[in-house]
């Protein structure tokens, strides 16, 4: 098992940064990748930023250039750190963590970019 608490989030003027984190208990030495998803309204949940064990990060086409994944080399805590926020920003982001057997999700938080 694997526990997901994503504290953060909140309301933000278009332009400016959030950082969202996402910290980790449980069976953490499964893991061997960690990402962040988004939800918008009446939208189908998407891939926002992807980082694996290596440290290799994968990013959406719409967040390449303004948007950072990092974590902690003991996947303790992922991050996002979202720069140049623009209002399709606004979405419930979800942190993933991916084991072999299965990917857990953290209960989600919400990012509003105000034009």
């Known amino acids: 098992q694997v526990q997901l608490v994503e504290p953060g989030g909140g309301l933000v003027q278009a332009g400016g940064s959030l950082r969202l984190s996402c910290a980790t208990s449980?069976?953490?030495?499964?893991?061997?990748?960690m990402g962040w998803y988004r939800q918008a309204p009446g939208k189908q949940r998407e891939l926002v930023a992807r980082i694996s064990t290596g440290g290799s990060a994968r990013y959406a086409d719409s967040v390449k250039g303004r948007f950072t994944i990092s974590r902690d080399n003991t996947w303790i805590a992922v991050y996002l750190q979202m720069n140049s926020l623009k209002p399709e920003d606004t979405a419930v982001y979800y942190c993933n963590a991916e084991i072999p057997s299965r990917d857990y999700w953290g209960q989600g938080t919400q990012v509003t970019v105000s034009s």
């Open positions: 449980g069976s953490i030495f499964s893991i061997y990748a």
